[in-house]
């Protein structure tokens, strides 16, 4: 049973930084692509970011360079360094993760089977 666990939300201000941590029940050599994603109040679900197995990165076109999506196998974790933040980014971001490759386009939420439950960021 997969569990993912995110972690590293909060509150900053315009301009501010930070890093979430999504940790995974499992070896994440297993799932062929993670990613996050966020909503905001009001919104539908929006791919934020993936990474694939084979390394290959994805962003959405909001990001603009002030995002940074890595993993550490070391210890089955999937980061989200998020730098240069603005109230438009207030939302909860969940992680996402699967066993098949990530498709070519920034994946869905129809893609991913397992999800964590969410960590809540604020911008103000």
């Known amino acids: 049973h997969v569990q993912l666990v995110e972690s590293g939300g909060g509150s900053v201000q315009s301009g501010g930084s930070l890093t979430l941590t999504c940790s995974s029940s499992?070896?994440?050599?297993?799932?062929?692509?993670m990613g996050w994603f966020r909503q905001a109040p009001g919104k539908k679900r929006e791919g934020v970011a993936s990474?694939?197995?084979?390394?290959?990165?994805k962003y959405a076109k909001f990001v603009k360079d002030r995002f940074t999506i890595s993993r550490d196998d070391s210890d089955n974790t999937l980061h989200l360094q998020m730098t240069d933040m603005t109230p438009d980014d207030t939302a909860i971001y969940y992680c996402?993760?699967?066993?098949?490759?990530?498709?070519?386009?920034?994946?869905?939420?129809?893609?991913?089977?397992?999800w964590g439950q969410g960590t809540q960021v604020t911008v103000s």
């Open positions: 990474l694939g197995s084979n390394g290959r990165i």
């Open positions: 996402a993760a699967d066993r098949r490759p990530c498709p070519w386009d920034l994946p869905t939420t129809a893609f991913f089977v397992n």
């Open positions: 499992v070896n994440i050599d297993n799932f062929g692509c």
